[in-house]
């Protein structure tokens, strides 16, 4: 954001406050978050309409001053009316959200079966017929890609507000996130391994890939963020038709997969199907400003471009793996996952006017508040929690605990006290280690985060 100088701009104090970098750093946005300052502070569409005025006004002001300076003295000017500063809370509801539902699942829908060489993990969904299709609205990873965009579009701009370099932005952007998640990665790993020795547990590498994976998905978070120039770049000088060729790629990547048999080229589209949802994000502004108009639009394209692939019989029903299928539209994703995004994206803009008003009340936002403070260390221990769990189940039962490898009645009734015991024991983990953490990145972090 341009700032003018004294000797560009020798009008009277009311003329020279029209530059409103201050607004970027108020305390409205100060007090973010741990999950806002890790994945990036949002704001509401009108904010980043707003936090541009300046550069557009300040030319006129200054041509009005050379070319009449002594009426512009006598007369003092109508205030320049401040920047909304207000967080675009449904951002944040929906970021937290969607971490928070792949945690829930995990905990009350993951069949863990021992077996000889260590535990395996399956799901209902291979057990129950058609119930595959809640997952059209469970899989919440593209709403996470897609407002991730958004707020690493709108991070980026108020960085570079303040003096940020672009390669420094990023850098922070990494390290926020690959230092924890590094730190838990290796705590599982050394501690796999030093069990593994002394106890003589063969099967304790399995106990430590089932704990760390879902980590893959902030892997590509990070890569993401890595690519962040270059897809600002094509932002810029493509626009809308970036988007297009990331899913034509996509789908081409599908084809040369099941026609010619090149699976390893289907991991290509770890990067294309979350890339896109990411690049997505950058419209996020755009869409919502038509939203009521084109939401239910974007939505139903996608849900019927998502029926009309799944019921080809070209791809799996299902949004995750199901042990059993020919194949996964998540491991690696599929061009499904694109038409669930539009699905998705769609499906946000319906909801939007509804939402707002609901965060308009004291109790939602003080809901949405702990969910955003809590979301990101839930996900990062919640596996951790579930595995600590599993121990002194072992421990006070005298073996492992086997769930019912087919759900009946009573194991569907048990599902809300299922994730009890985890959250237990994530908690205490999340207070001796996400709580340095957070209070680390607020002490750090006095103005807004970039």
């Known amino acids: ?71 512009q003295a006598r007369t003092k000017p109508a205030p320049t009316p401040e920047p909304d500063r207000r967080r675009d809370r449904y951002v944040d509801l929906l970021r937290a959200m969607s971490l928070l539902v792949v945690v829930l699942w995990h905990w009350a829908f993951t069949i863990l079966v021992w077996s000889p060489e260590g535990p395996e993990a399956t799901s209902p969904l291979g057990f129950t017929s058609g119930l595959w299709i809640a997952t059209w609205l469970l899989q919440v990873l593209p709403v996470f890609f897609y407002i991730g965009g958004y707020v690493h579009m709108v991070s980026w701009q108020r960085a570079h507000a303040r003096g940020t370099s672009l390669a420094a932005f990023v850098g922070s952007r990494l390290s926020q996130l690959a230092v924890p998640g ?97 690049q997505a994000g950058f419209f996020y502004q755009r869409l919502a400003r038509v939203g009521r108009r084109f ?53 946000v803009e319906v909801l939007r006017p509804r939402m707002q008003v609901l965060l308009q009340r004291a109790s939602w936002q003080r809901f949405n508040d702990v969910i955003n403070r809590f979301a990101l260390p839930l996900f990062l221990f919640h596996t951790t929690g579930m595995a600590l769990s599993q121990v002194v189940t072992w421990l006070i039962q005298g073996s492992p605990m086997n769930d019912t490898t087919v759900p009946d009645v009573g194991w569907w009734l048990e599902r809300p006290i299922a994730v009890i015991g985890p959250l237990l024991f994530t908690l205490p983990v999340i207070a001796l280690f996400g709580r340095y953490w957070m209070r680390h990145r607020t002490e750090k972090e006095t103005s807004p985060p970039p």
């Open 1 to 71: 954001m341009s700032r003018s100088t004294p000797s560009e701009q020798p009008d009277p104090p009311e003329v020279t406050s029209t530059a409103q970098p201050a607004a970027l750093e108020g305390p409205a946005l100060a007090d973010s978050g741990p999950t806002e300052q890790a994945l990036g502070d949002s704001a509401s569409p009108e904010q980043a309409r707003l936090e541009q005025a300046p550069t557009t006004q300040a030319p006129t002001t200054q041509a009005l001053t050379t070319q009449a300076p002594t009426t």
């Open 295 to 347: 939401g239910p639009v974007v939505l139903w394209v996608g849900l019927f471009a998502l029926a009309g692939l799944v019921f080809s019989g070209l791809y799996p029903g299902s949004m995750v793996g199901v042990p059993g299928d020919r194949l996964s539209n998540m491991a690696p994703p599929t061009f499904v996952i694109v038409a669930l995004l539009a699905f998705q994206m769609g499906a």
């Open 182 to 278: 590094g730190a838990l990665l290796l705590t599982w790993v050394v501690l796999g391994g030093v069990l593994s020795t002394i106890f003589n547990l063969r099967w304790m590498g399995q106990v430590v890939l089932l704990v760390i994976s879902p980590l893959w998905f902030l892997a590509v978070y990070l890569v993401l963020i890595a690519l962040l120039p270059f897809s600002l770049w094509l932002h810029r000088r493509f626009d809308l038709l970036a988007l297009i060729w990331m899913g034509g790629a996509a789908m081409l990547v599908d084809v040369l997969r099941f026609r010619y048999g090149l699976e390893l080229l289907g991991w290509l589209n770890m990067l294309l199907v979350w890339g896109l949802a990411h």
